[in-house]
């Protein structure tokens, strides 16, 4: 089964709408959305409608999904942050504040786990070094795992029979084939507001069969979300950052 990869959504729908028509011409045949689908972004109540109606896609939850409905405690987000989350809270539909509220924030399946943050700390933790990743390791349910949070497309591994831990950005196109002698944590980098200097919306396809990973980058429109996001008086360093991919 070819599934599509995304995660780190924030509010982003032009982005959204972009990634998933591409998964669409790849025929994908299921989605796994690895949390923060609000936060920062000006559509929170558009990408949530759009995400709903994905066939077969499991959906985790994410901290700004958590903050956005006042589950998690806003006050060590930064301020920027903090605004975005309390103007998400003042326009998000009574409906999607109970849907956020009903997702998982882990998920294991057969070959496979998924979290927002790390396998230790599924909401918060930045799993963004080998070290960190080295910690986690105890904490896995599967040889293979899927992150998001840092925004950033990175890959760690590590051979079961023992070794030197690994950790690099991923590029665009590069094709990971995940083996079994090897320990697995993938971050498919994040679709509304990349952080690894590069704008264009980062997403990933994921082969059951094969084991099979593949990292994909799609341009949208930014102007047109920054646009949107000074109608709705959002942080400028949040918009700023949208066209720096940082």
Same mark, same amino acid.
């Given at each position: 089964m070819k599934l599509g990869l995304i995660a780190d959504i924030h509010s982003n729908l032009p982005a959204l709408n972009e990634v998933l028509q591409d998964l669409a011409a790849e025929q994908v045949e299921g989605y796994l959305v690895l949390g923060d689908l609000v936060g920062y972004g000006p559509y929170p109540n558009e990408c949530i409608e759009v995400l709903q109606k994905l066939p077969n896609a499991v959906i985790i939850v994410g901290n700004h999904d958590w903050a956005a409905i006042e589950l998690e405690d806003i006050s060590l987000f930064n301020a920027e942050a903090r605004q975005a989350i309390l103007w998400t809270r003042s326009v998000l539909k009574p409906e999607y504040k109970e849907y956020l509220g009903?997702? *998982? !924030?882990? $998920?294991? +399946?057969?070959? !496979?786990?998924l979290v927002h943050g790390s396998p230790r700390d599924p909401l918060d933790e930045y799993l963004v070094? $080998?070290?960190?990743? *080295? +910690?986690?390791i105890?904490?896995?349910k599967a040889?293979?795992?899927?992150?998001?949070?840092?925004h950033q497309p990175l890959y760690f591994s590590k051979q079961k029979d023992g070794g030197t831990p690994d950790m690099r950005l991923i590029k665009e196109q590069e094709i990971l084939n995940l083996t079994p002698e090897t320990i697995h944590v993938i971050n498919p980098g994040s679709i509304g507001q990349p952080r690894d200097r590069d704008a264009r919306a980062c997403y990933g396809l994921f082969d059951t069969e094969t084991l099979a990973f593949t990292l994909k980058r799609k341009a949208y429109d930014v102007a047109a979300v920054q646009a949107k996001m000074v109608e709705q008086q959002l942080p400028k360093a949040l918009i700023d950052r949208l066209a720096e991919g940082v």
């Open positions: 009903s997702l *998982e !924030y882990i $998920v294991n +399946k057969d070959r !496979y786990m070094n $080998v070290d960190i990743f *080295e +910690k986690n105890p904490a896995l040889d293979i795992c899927f992150i998001g949070h840092s």
